[in-house]
């Protein structure tokens, strides 16, 4: 569940204000209220953990966050994923984080997943072409109740994980559901299936 409050802000009020409260993100200087069911986080958390895993196997400075903003520079839009895995050799990049947990270079990303809820424009399209653009290397989309448009999940609709890669400066998105096991650059050893996930809402 996700509505708009009628309220305008720039990203620096909305972090100062709205930073350390995980149920709000800014989109075009839009304050939005999340409204995440339980089953939502059980799916996000069921994520985090197996992506914990694959760090500790692969031993490489990722880390995934408790909470994180992401800043887009120039914007006023400050997007708040459900998961995000950070590379730690790239933090004394970022300007805000010794402050505040807040990101604003896509290099010190590894790979930012969204579990949809009602909001799932947002998390197909707007943020698709943000992340791209910010330069993200892997966008997980994970749409456990199948209400996404046909046009990106097919038709019958079924729940479907879509990752999205980035070549140059776009997005290669595939599919995947059911049994298929999910195909990852960022952590290519990874034995999950789209069903293993679907199989954390239940």
């Not at 149920?23 to 409204?35: K, P």
């Not at 999205?164 to 999910?182: A, H, N, P, T």
Request: net charge negative.
């Amino acid at each position: 569940m996700l509505q708009s409050i009628s309220q305008s802000l720039t990203a620096d009020e909305f972090i100062l204000r709205y930073g350390d409260i995980d149920r709000y993100e800014l989109i075009d200087g839009e304050l939005i209220e999340m409204e995440p069911t339980g089953v939502h986080e059980q799916v996000a958390a069921f994520i985090g953990r197996k992506l914990n895993v694959e760090i500790d196997h692969q031993d490489v400075p990722y880390f995934i966050p408790h909470r994180c903003l992401i800043k887009l520079l120039g914007t006023e839009t400050a997007f708040r994923p459900d998961l995000l895995v950070l590379d730690q050799t790239q933090l004394a990049n970022e300007p805000l984080w010794q402050q505040e947990p807040v990101i604003t270079f896509g290099s010190s990303i590894k790979l930012v997943v969204e579990v949809v809820s009602t909001n799932w424009q947002n998390d197909y399209a707007r943020k698709a072409e943000d992340y791209a653009i910010l330069g993200i290397p892997e966008y997980w989309i994970v749409d456990y109740l199948g209400i996404g448009g046909r046009e990106y999940i097919g038709k019958p609709k079924q729940p479907t994980i879509t990752i999205c890669m980035l070549v140059d400066d776009e997005y290669q998105k595939r599919k995947f559901q059911r049994s298929d096991r999910l195909i990852s650059s960022v952590f290519p050893q990874l034995q999950l299936t789209a069903n293993q996930v679907f199989s954390a809402a239940c």
